[in-house]
């Protein structure tokens, strides 16, 4: 199956700084990412849909201000937590997803002192 | 908008067993697909099975297999043969067809832990 790389696994990061999370695309070319965020025992929750070339579409209640998406290429997406505060402290996992399937990163885990 | 249950936040089989996991959907959509993701502990996702809505045969893979109902919106797991590995968090998914990628709308998971 494809591969999705995520990097970092984990970071740790003062609270007021921004952390960059990098998704690629190894084999195939996605022009749609997903990013989801998972709190502890919870289900994922998506965030943002990445579109390469363009805006990133927010889920409702994600600021977007916060969270920054960038897809400048077909086989790259980063998510970038701003002015990070310690309830941003969770699991980041992005998702490259090809017509009928879905391949996910190994996650981030972020957490914000 | 799509919506993914599944009503058993933990279930334990022993070794060797089988154990069922179920998942319901709600959906106006009539082209679709539904997946099972396994998430172990060190939280990577794992695709376990896929089924395409307009195919009537269940999906196996391997001591993996589903029971799909589409007019009763359901789609359960059966894990046959179960192994100490299997242990993990179980999530049900359903993606709609639509020709590009698309979203996946999740279930809140179930545990399932395999004893000795």
């Known amino acids: 199956g494809a591969v999705v790389s995520q990097h970092p696994s984990r970071v740790i990061c003062k609270s007021g700084t921004s952390v960059k999370i990098e998704c690629r695309s190894l084999d195939f070319q996605a022009t749609t990412m997903f990013w989801y965020r998972q709190f502890p025992k919870q289900s994922l929750m998506l965030m943002a849909t990445?579109?390469?070339?363009?805006?990133?579409?927010?889920e409702q209640g994600v600021e977007k201000d916060k969270f920054l998406i960038n897809h400048a290429s077909l086989t790259l997406s980063t998510l970038t937590v701003t002015s990070a505060h310690p309830e941003d402290s969770s699991f980041y996992i992005c998702s490259a997803t090809d017509i009928d399937k879905a391949f996910f990163g190994q996650g981030t885990r972020l957490t914000v002192v | 908008a799509q919506t993914v249950t599944q009503s058993q936040p933990e279930m334990s089989v022993q070794e060797a067993e089988t154990v069922t996991l179920s998942c319901t959907y709600d959906t106006s959509e009539n082209n679709y697909y539904l997946f099972w993701y396994k998430q172990p502990p060190s939280r990577q996702m794992i695709l376990v099975i896929r089924q395409e809505a307009y195919k009537q045969q269940n999906a196996t893979e391997n001591r993996f297999s589903v029971n799909f109902q589409k007019a009763a919106k359901s789609f359960s797991l059966k894990i046959s043969d179960s192994q100490l590995g299997d242990t993990a968090m179980y999530f049900c998914a359903f993606m709609k067809r639509t020709g590009t990628a698309s979203k996946l709308t999740f279930g809140t998971g179930t545990r399932l832990q395999v004893t000795l």
């Open positions: 990445s579109n390469e070339g363009s805006k990133a579409t927010y």
